[in-house]
């Protein structure tokens, strides 16, 4: 699976959106992008995903370049309960199976 | 709740003692995962099941630890003669087939060794 870089840590406002940002210039063309995410003291929580088409759900919004080397999840209302790491994962789908965390990006909303 | 839950959420134990942990995944799900989170790290992938096959194994797992799914539904994670560096947050998931990516995750169970 190609690696990810993503910042470290940002903070965003409460009520404004959240711009969380991914790098992954070694995609392959068969690698989809998904995005967990692990609020304090729970398990990860799948977020969305897609291969090259922007994407959106309930949650959130995926922004995928259109190189697909890097893509961005927009939380489009952020609240307090929106603090948590954000992973951003690189796999094949149906083939392998394990997700590959890294470090992830530790958000912090504040009021 | 129809979530993944696991069994105990909690758990001391002292060095070289056994310990096993139990997950219940979501019933519709057939393939089952088991991962290891240390403090500030991202989870690690430790070994999956589809049904009651154990078909994928990391490096990580290693002749201390066990698991299984033996009627392809629960499974334990068990660890032998553990040691301080076990200790860990030990997170199940699991998923559908044909959706492998998209993992439930289930509250996990923190396990310290002292």
């Known amino acids: ?26 995609i392959s063309g068969n690698e989809y992008v998904y995005w967990y995410r692990q ?17 959106t759900n309930e949650m959130a919004s995926l922004i995928i370049t259109e ?3 890097s893509s961005t999840l927009i939380l ?12 951003c994962i690189v796999r094949v789908t149906a083939a392998g199976n394990k997700l590959t965390f890294g470090g992830g990006t530790r958000v912090l909303v504040k009021p | 709740d129809t979530g993944v839950s696991q069994d105990p959420r909690h758990k001391i134990t002292k060095r070289g003692q056994n310990v096993t942990f139990r ?22 992938f430790l070994t999956y099941f589809q049904n009651e096959a154990q078909l994928e194994k990391s490096r ?18 068990e ?16 998923s559908r087939q ?11 169970t923190r396990l310290l060794v002292l």
């Open chain 1, 39 to 55: 609020i304090h003291s729970q398990g990860p929580q799948y977020i969305i995903h897609g291969l090259k088409n922007n994407e």
């Open chain 2, 23 to 44: 997950c219940d995944p979501i019933s519709e799900h057939n393939r089952l995962y088991w991962y290891r989170q240390t403090l500030g790290q991202g989870p690690e």
């Open chain 2, 98 to 108: 044909v959706q492998e990516g998209t993992q439930y995750f289930g509250p996990g």
């Open chain 1, 67 to 69: 190189d697909r080397k």
């Open chain 1, 76 to 87: 489009p209302h952020a609240t307090l309960r929106d603090t948590a790491v954000y992973y």
């Open chain 2, 60 to 77: 990580l797992l290693s002749d201390r630890f066990s698991a299984e799914r033996p009627k392809g539904s629960f499974s334990t994670l």
């Open chain 1, 1 to 26: 699976d190609a690696k990810t870089t993503q910042p470290p840590s940002m903070d965003c406002a409460e009520g404004r959106a959240a711009n969380l940002p991914c790098n992954h210039s070694t």
């Open chain 2, 79 to 94: 660890i032998q003669r553990t040691e301080q560096g076990d200790s860990a947050m030990y997170l199940c998931a699991s």
